[in-house]
């Protein structure tokens, strides 16, 4: 009896053992479950061109406007806005009503003239004989004098009086501003404002630090909406020496030959400067999580232990499918590329192979 006691407490025993072995096999193997696994990749340093974009509107070279330099009728406008005019080209034409007073100027000053030469000549003889006395030579001769600077004074009158009626551009460029019809009287505004576009220019402010980077005659590649993908390319025509008070930036101006016309002004550009080079960390866009909430940016890095780490990164410029960092990260570090959303600070996690 004692012998069966015996093996029924020795198998009781070999039983609750397996199954306390069982029961732990079962949480080793849920805790190895809960365990996230993440994808990771080897990032290193390298080198990368500091590009600096800005945006900015186009400017013509030259505005000219075109106005009247007397109040007068428009009695044509020979141009519409938008349209390329050539320098020296007809662009208006107003009343002559005051041309014709002009001419019986000029010609009444010739005739004064005519006659005062007359009588001078004849004193200047008149003294020569003894007829006459060297002061009515004197007076003759001042009269003379008046009356050619009469005549020069109407001759300028009637060409500004002619010029005030057809007017011309005193440059080639494009029709910006039309600012009267046909019938309308001159007032304060340009009757037209004629840009030059050939070439353009584009201003765009730059930040203290990046000042010392740029130089007059450095390249500039310049995309427009207007023409998609397309680069146009200009140079750095000056560099403005004083600060912006309210934006603490600097004005740099972009020279574009525009040989072809097609940029016009009030584009909208991005201009883009190679500012140098420099040495940094640059990890796959899929490694850079946004937290929630905020505007900053964070990479997992695997440590050596198998944990995790939530570094705060700082981005530079967009390399394709790749991010150029300023900071958080070191080369040869591993970055989590897969699998965030189930990470924290600290966390352990197996690497899938």
Same mark, same amino acid.
């Given at each position: 009896?004692?012998?069966?006691?015996?093996?029924?407490?020795?198998?009781?025993?070999?039983?609750?053992?397996?199954?306390?072995g069982?029961?732990?096999?079962?949480?080793?193997?849920?805790?190895?479950?809960?365990?996230?696994t993440?994808?990771?990749?080897?990032?290193?340093a390298?080198?990368?061109?500091?590009?600096?974009?800005?945006?900015?509107?186009v400017e013509?070279q030259i505005?000219?406007n075109?106005s009247?330099?007397?109040?007068?009728?428009?009695?044509?406008?020979?141009?519409?806005?938008?349209?390329?005019?050539?320098?020296?080209q007809?662009?208006?034409?107003?009343?002559?009503?005051?041309?014709?007073?002009y001419e019986?100027?000029v010609?009444?000053?010739?005739?004064?003239?005519?006659?005062v030469?007359?009588?001078?000549?004849?004193?200047?003889?008149?003294f020569?004989?003894g007829?006459? =006395?060297?002061?009515?030579?004197?007076?003759?001769?001042?009269?003379?004098?008046? &009356?050619?600077?009469?005549?020069a004074?109407?001759?300028?009158?009637l060409?500004? &009086?002619?010029?005030? =009626?057809?007017? =011309?551009?005193p440059?080639?460029?494009?029709?910006?501003?039309?600012?009267?019809?046909?019938g309308?009287?001159?007032?304060?505004?340009?009757?037209?404002?004629?840009?030059?576009?050939?070439?353009?220019?584009?201003?765009?402010?730059?930040?203290?630090?990046e000042?010392?980077?740029?130089?007059?005659?450095?390249?500039?590649?310049?995309?427009?909406?207007?023409?998609?993908?397309?680069?146009?390319?200009?140079?750095?025509?000056?560099?403005?020496?004083?600060?912006?008070?309210?934006?603490?930036?600097?004005g740099?101006?972009?020279?574009?030959?525009?040989?072809?016309?097609r940029?016009?002004?009030?584009?909208?550009?991005?201009?883009?400067?190679n500012?140098g080079?420099?040495?940094?960390?640059?990890?796959?866009?899929?490694?850079?999580?946004k937290?929630?909430?905020?505007?900053?940016q964070?990479v997992?890095?695997?440590?050596?232990?198998g944990?995790?780490?939530?570094?705060?990164?700082?981005?530079?410029?967009?390399?394709?499918?790749?991010?150029?960092?300023?900071?958080g990260?070191?080369?040869?570090?591993?970055?989590?590329?897969?699998g965030?959303?189930?990470?924290a600070?600290?966390?352990?996690?197996?690497?899938?192979?």
């Amino acid at each position: 009896m004692k012998k069966y006691l015996t093996l029924s407490l020795a198998m009781g025993a070999i039983i609750l053992a397996s199954c306390s072995g069982e029961k732990e096999k079962q949480t080793d193997t849920q805790k190895e479950a809960t365990i996230p696994t993440v994808k990771v990749e080897t990032v290193n340093a390298r080198i990368v061109d500091q590009i600096g974009t800005y945006t900015a509107t186009v400017e013509p070279q030259i505005i000219n406007n075109i106005s009247a330099n007397m109040p007068n009728r428009i009695k044509q406008i020979l141009v519409d806005e938008g349209q390329r005019v050539a320098a020296g080209q007809r662009v208006a034409v107003l009343d002559d009503v005051n041309t014709f007073s002009y001419e019986t100027q000029v010609d009444n000053a010739k005739a004064n003239l005519k006659n005062v030469e007359v009588n001078y000549n004849r004193a200047v003889e008149l003294f020569k004989i003894g007829g006459g =006395t060297k002061q009515q030579v004197d007076a003759m001769e001042i009269q003379l004098v008046n &009356a050619k600077n009469a005549l020069a004074q109407a001759e300028r009158a009637l060409r500004n &009086a002619r010029e005030n =009626t057809v007017l =011309t551009s005193p440059i080639s460029g494009v029709v910006t501003a039309r600012n009267y019809d046909p019938g309308d009287m001159t007032g304060n505004l340009p009757i037209l404002t004629v840009a030059r576009i050939q070439p353009v220019k584009i201003v765009i402010n730059v930040t203290e630090s990046e000042l010392p980077k740029i130089n007059k005659g450095m390249p500039a590649s310049i995309t427009f909406d207007t023409y998609g993908d397309e680069e146009f390319h200009g140079t750095v025509s000056t560099v403005m020496p004083t600060v912006d008070p309210n934006s603490r930036t600097f004005g740099v101006e972009i020279t574009l030959a525009n040989a072809d016309g097609r940029v016009l002004p009030g584009m909208f550009g991005r201009v883009s400067l190679n500012l140098g080079k420099e040495n940094h960390v640059v990890v796959p866009d899929k490694a850079v999580v946004k937290q929630q909430g905020s505007g900053n940016q964070y990479v997992y890095v695997l440590n050596s232990d198998g944990t995790v780490s939530y570094n705060q990164v700082e981005l530079g410029q967009r390399l394709g499918n790749e991010y150029e960092l300023i900071s958080g990260v070191e080369s040869g570090a591993q970055v989590v590329t897969t699998g965030q959303s189930k990470l924290a600070n600290g966390v352990k996690v197996k690497t899938a192979k």
